[in-house]
């Protein structure tokens, strides 16, 4: 069955520090992946998302994310993380012809000033 | 350009009564989307339109029903509310196919007491 996983429901990082975000899913040979962010009270904004060719993907806000077909994982990092990325952040997984795209569960990320 | 809107804000039922969800897409995007996002359950998709049709629904009772109207809006309707159905519910729209990249609306905090 087609699922995505994200380990982590809590992370605490320390501003300025590296951030990496995991994501694994369990789909089919071409997967269409999505990292979003919830900030508290909004909707969801995509940060980035890998349809294929390179893949390691740039996005907003100075995230990327690795597709790693071998593990199945997208994970999600940041170099250098501020007080304003304190957020939830989904995965999502998706493919051609689908007829629905799954969301993890989320990872609250926690700054620590 | 105008993002997608939802409409309440807010909305306070009491159990039984029905509650009406509805969204505005972007323009251009044919397809709307409806997830439940209820506390620690990440998003559930509940329902798919695109072009005036229902393209698929998630695993939820018949109580939840929606429709898409000629200018692509979309309304959400659930009936015999429920305790449980207490969430943020969730409008996203996208091109005409799911894997496209959904762009969400800030949702409808749906209280029911």
């Known amino acids: 069955a087609q699922s995505v996983t994200q380990p982590d429901i809590h992370i605490t990082v320390s501003e300025g520090a590296s951030l990496e975000l995991r994501c694994n899913y369990s789909?089919?040979?071409?997967?269409?992946l999505f990292w979003y962010v919830q900030s508290p009270g909004q909707g969801l904004q995509l940060l980035l998302k890998?349809?294929?060719?390179?893949?390691l993907v740039q996005g907003i806000k100075g995230f990327e994310a690795e597709f790693k077909r071998s593990q199945s994982s997208f994970n999600l990092r940041k170099p250098s993380v501020h007080w304003s990325d304190a957020a939830e952040y989904f995965c999502?997984?998706?493919?051609?012809?689908?007829?629905?795209?799954?969301f993890g569960k989320g990872t609250r990320l926690h700054i620590l000033p | 350009e105008a993002g997608v809107t939802q409409s309440p804000t807010h909305l306070i039922k009491t159990r039984g009564q029905q509650a009406t969800l509805r969204c505005s897409p972007i323009?251009?995007?044919?397809?709307v989307y409806w997830y439940q996002q209820a506390l620690g359950l990440g998003l559930q998709f509940l329902l798919w339109?695109?072009?005036?049709?229902?393209?698929n629904r998630g695993n939820f009772p018949p109580r939840f029903s929606g429709r898409q109207f000629p200018n692509y809006s979309s309304e959400l309707n659930v009936n015999a509310l429920e305790l449980e159905d207490s969430a943020l519910y969730l409008c996203?729209?996208?091109?005409?196919?799911?894997?496209?990249?959904?762009?969400f609306g800030p949702g409808t905090r749906l209280l029911v007491l």
């Open positions: 890998y349809f294929s060719g390179d893949t």
């Open positions: 323009s251009g995007h044919t397809s």
């Open positions: 999502a997984v998706g493919e051609v012809y689908a007829d629905k795209i799954i």
């Open positions: 789909y089919g040979a071409t997967p269409y």
């Open positions: 996203a729209s996208s091109l005409s196919e799911v894997w496209e990249t959904q762009y």
């Open positions: 339109y695109d072009e005036g049709e229902e393209r």
